[in-house]
Structure formats: C-alpha cells, structure tokens
C-alpha cells in the first residue's frame, strides 16, 4: 500500500512538474520568439495608418496585437475602443454587434484611468455613445444612467458634440426624467431638426400632461418621408383629439394609419376607444377584437375588452 500510494504521489508531481514546463516554455517562447516579431509586425504607425484609411477591422486587430504586448498601451486602448465601436455598429448579427461593443467599452474605461486630462472628455464621449448603442440592443434602459454620465463628462470637459444633447435627450427620456430630457432636446432643436426628434420632444411633452404643446411638433411630422416616424406621429395626435373631445379628427388620422398600415393593433384600439366614447359598446368591442387578433398580447385591448364584457 506504501508503494502504491508513493507511486501515485510520484506520478502526480510528475505531472505538476510536466505542466509547469510546458507553461514556462511557452511563456519564453513568447518571450523571446513570438514576442519580437510581433513587434515588427505591429506600431502605432501601422495602427494610424489603418484608421486613417478607415479599415476599423485592421485598427482593431492591430491594436488587439499591441494590447497583447503592453496591456495597459494607452493609444492602443483607445484605437481598439473606437474601432469597436465602429464595428459593433456596422453589424446585422445582434451577437456580434454585442462583442465589439463590450470589448469597445472595456477598452474605453481602461484608458481612461491613464489618459491625459486633454483626451479624457473625448473617451468620454466615445463610452457615452457605446453605452447609448447598448441600451439600444438591450430590452431594457440598463445603460441609460452611463450614458448621461459620460456625455455630462465630456460636455464638461468642454468636448462638445452636436449629437449629445439628442443622446442625451432619449436617455433621459428612457428614465422618465421628463424635465431633462425636455431641456436636452430643447438644445438638441438649436443644433440641428430632425424627424426623431421632433417625434421624442411631441412624445415628452405628451407623457408631461402637455398634449397642446407637443401638436405643432407633430404638425410638423405630417411630411415625414419615415413610414415609422410618420404613423407614431398621427397615433400621437389621434390620441391628443381623443384627449380633445374631437372625435372626427381622431378617426381621420386612424384610417390614414390603417391605409399606410392594415395591422396596426394600436390604430383599431384607438377607433374602438372613438366608439367607446360616443356610446357604441359593440362596434368598440369588434374594434379591440381586431387588435386582438393582430396582437394577442395588446394590453390597453385586452383591458378594455375585459372591462366592458
């Protein structure tokens, strides 16, 4: 038993001895041979020149290389952060698009704790951009807190940007904090008009119990070459002439929906609350039964449906 059991030991150090060997051969050989030609193969020069020419690919596989050297290379952290950003955006898979993002974002706070207090709005701006993509990928407002927070930094810095008061507007809008997203959007118009925006400020001050100052906004939608933007805003004004008593208005700007749109659940639910309001129970419930059968799950439809059995 004595034996067997020194010859078990035996074998096992045997093979702790062989791990470690291979695992130290390994480190020198990265050392000494890996090392230096990776090296020659990979500068800042190199990683520069593939930015400029806008091959984000390269950027980030050259500067993944460097990384791989000097971990905490500040330039390097950086080129792989934006060229990850870049990536994660130009992506159809949403998994893909995923890594590029969270590696872009570990880059990014990585660097920044080593950056020049000149470079750090810049990085700032960059993370809060990466965070606002995320949050667009997730199905909940996870990173709507970090993106304020970096593009407050960044505009801090005296980084400023024509994008981030729209960024920031959405983001707070995404925590219902209705007054500063009101504010950013306000500064975002100043800048530059846009379909979106006109729609997030109509939506804001609507949620605000605001419905007469969102209309002009909406008003100025009814031209909008975006199928999307367009139907959000005539159910947003139908909502407003529902609001308003004005019933026919209301059923005009559903019937355009359902032109652009047949299956639009939200624009049957809407004709339905139209009759529910002049009394008509039964053309309301054929109403919300359409929503329904477009989308099962309609919640203000099945309420309504089961409050008005």
């Known amino acids: 038993m004595v034996v067997k059991r020194k010859k078990h030991l035996f074998l096992r150090f045997l093979v702790l001895f062989l791990f470690i060997a291979v695992i130290t051969?390994?480190?020198?050989?990265?050392?000494?041979?890996?090392?230096?030609?990776?090296?020659?193969?990979?500068?800042?020069?190199?990683?520069?020149?593939?930015?400029?020419?806008?091959?984000y690919q390269k950027v980030y596989e050259l500067s993944s290389m460097l990384l791989s050297l000097d971990p905490f290379h500040n330039a390097a952290l950086v080129y792989k952060g934006y060229a990850g950003f870049y990536l994660s955006v130009s992506q159809?898979?949403?998994?893909?698009?995923?890594?590029y993002l969270d590696n872009a974002i570990s880059s990014l706070r990585i660097a920044l704790y080593t950056a020049l207090n000149e470079t750090k709005p810049q990085i700032c701006y960059m993370l809060g951009k990466a965070y606002f993509y995320k949050n667009t990928l997730s199905s909940y407002?996870?990173?709507?807190d970090?993106?304020?927070?970096?593009?407050?930094?960044?505009?801090?810095?005296?980084?400023?940007?024509?994008?981030?008061?729209?960024?920031?507007?959405?983001?707070?809008?995404?925590l219902d904090m209705r007054g500063e997203s009101?504010?950013?959007?306000?500064?975002?118009?100043l800048v530059r008009e846009s379909d979106m925006l006109l729609l997030a400020i109509a939506e804001q001050y609507y949620r605000n119990g605001q419905a007469t100052a969102a209309k002009p906004y909406l008003f100025k939608l009814k031209d909008s070459k975006n199928d999307i933007i367009l139907l959000k805003s005539k159910n947003l004004l139908a909502k407003i002439y529902i609001d308003e008593e004005n019933y026919?208005?209301?059923?005009?700007?559903?019937?355009?929906?359902?032109?652009k749109n047949p299956n639009s659940a939200d624009a049957y639910y809407g004709l339905g609350v139209i009759y529910e309001k002049q009394g008509d129970l039964v053309k309301a419930r054929a109403e919300w039964r359409k929503a329904l059968r477009i989308q099962v799950d309609h919640p203000d439809a099945l309420k309504k449906i089961t409050d008005n059995k």
């Open 25 to 55: 051969g390994s480190i020198v050989s990265f050392i000494y041979f890996v090392k230096p030609h990776l090296k020659k193969q990979v500068s800042l020069s190199s990683i520069n020149d593939a930015w400029l020419a806008q091959d």
């Open 92 to 99: 159809t898979d949403t998994i893909q698009s995923q890594l």
């Open 141 to 144: 407002n996870y990173y709507a």
């Open 146 to 174: 970090l993106v304020i927070k970096y593009l407050n930094a960044a505009q801090e810095g005296g980084y400023l940007m024509d994008d981030i008061p729209e960024y920031l507007g959405l983001s707070y809008a995404s």
């Open 182 to 189: 009101l504010t950013a959007f306000t500064n975002a118009l």
């Open 248 to 259: 026919a208005d209301a059923e005009s700007e559903y019937e355009f929906i359902l032109e």
